[in-house]
């Protein structure tokens, strides 16, 4: 799924930031894009995904050769999940790589739906995120929302659609998942929340908001805002006694990733201000450490050889490596038994992380360092 003017104010992919902090849509606006690598990765994994399932769906479109093994099974995989959307349903319309207008609830603003599917009422839009940063969730999604409310308005009148079923498949994290709503609930939240603050940040109005959506601002490392927000979380109040208290260890620890997270920002930045001449106080700028490293590979091995030794270490290939080699199917098939996945160490995550809490008890003692003899 893209936003349909890749340099659009007020993007859908952007929209979880303008909707919690509407002033940062104009205060970014002119800072300079830094498409990544992974980008055109992503790219590219949609176009490959979108000649397959035009493909599958008997569309007159030639099928795409894709020689990158990884991607060829990932975007399989992606037409396999939509194929399964597809079963049992009556008379599914499918719509492949559909553009749809949302600026009448966001000035300017439009994207293209991946897989968009309607039948029995039910609008469906499936999400492709070939990404492997940051996981999804399809709940609560301000993006697939908003594309939600362009395909209503583009086909609210000729088909009777009373629910909004919207999915992110996002194969190189293992995560699908999927969220449902009536198209009455959508339709609210988009008078009531998305509409207003569309307004506040297309006039670069509202207030400064800080939170988890900093970590995609373009300004997150100078933000005045942000750094007051994390500032505050860092004066902590040290009062009696001595030692810390269980629960104040727990308020501390919920502000750390964001701190962290936050200084990491500054530095990078500072850094990069300094390399173009820019001077901070007490601050310049040194050569880092380095490793030595051969000038020429394949004249050192031969010259190795020469004296009768092995310049070469043979080592079987990771897991990852050796998947990609392989190719998912044919790595089950060959070594798939040899596989094993060792426990991993305890962590401790918010009581909102999904995952299953481990037993302390039995914990403690498999993770215990062994005693020395
Ligand atoms: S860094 Fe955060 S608070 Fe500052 S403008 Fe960006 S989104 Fe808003």
């Excluded at 009373?162 to 293992?174: A, K």
């Excluded at 339709?187 to 009531?192: G, S």
């Excluded at 810390?244 to 850094?271: P, Q």
Aim: with cysteine.
């Amino acid at each position: 799924m893209s936003d349909g003017a890749k340099h659009s104010l007020l993007s859908p992919s952007s929209s979880h930031r303008w909707i919690e902090c509407p002033p940062s849509a104009r205060l970014t606006e002119n800072y300079q894009d830094t498409r990544s690598g992974y980008a055109a990765e992503g790219t590219q994994a949609h176009s490959i995904a979108e000649s397959k399932l035009r493909h599958r769906l008997g569309q007159s479109n030639p099928l795409y050769k894709c020689f990158d093994i990884e991607m060829d099974e990932h975007t399989d995989d992606y037409i396999a999940f939509v194929t399964e959307q597809l079963e049992g349903l009556t008379d599914p319309k499918v719509y492949v790589e559909q553009k749809v207008d949302c600026s009448l609830w966001v000035p300017e603003c439009s994207g293209t739906c991946d897989a968009l599917i309607i039948s029995d009422g039910v609008l469906h839009i499936i999400d492709l995120k070939y990404g492997r940063g940051v996981k999804v969730d399809a709940e609560g999604n301000n993006q697939l929302r908003i594309y939600a409310l362009g395909a209503l308005e583009m086909f609210g009148f000729l088909y009777p659609i009373h629910t909004v079923r919207m999915s992110i498949f996002q194969p190189r994290l293992q995560n699908c998942s999927t969220w449902e709503v009536t198209r009455a609930d959508i339709e609210k939240w988009a008078e009531e929340v998305l509409k207003p603050a569309a307004e506040l940040a297309w006039y670069g109005n509202g207030d400064y908001k800080a939170g988890d959506h900093c970590q995609f601002c373009k300004a997150k490392a100078e933000c005045r805002e942000r750094a007051k927000a994390n500032m505050a979380l860092a004066a902590y109040d040290f009062i009696e006694p001595v030692l810390l208290e269980t629960n104040e260890i727990a308020s501390i620890l919920g502000k750390i990733d964001k701190l962290v997270s936050w200084a990491s920002d500054i530095k990078d930045f500072a850094l990069t201000e300094a390399l173009k001449g820019v001077k901070f106080d007490g601050w310049k700028v040194v050569e880092g450490r380095s490793n030595r490293k051969y000038t020429d590979e394949a004249a050192v091995a031969e010259a190795v050889k020469v004296i009768g030794l092995d310049p070469y270490e043979h080592k079987v290939l990771g897991v990852t490596a050796m998947t990609t080699l392989l190719g998912k199917k044919r790595f089950e098939e060959t070594i798939g038994g040899l596989i094993e996945k060792p426990q991993g160490k305890p962590v401790l995550v918010p009581e909102a992380d999904k995952r299953q809490e481990i037993n302390i008890t039995t914990a403690a003692d498999d993770f215990a360092d062994p005693i020395e003899n």
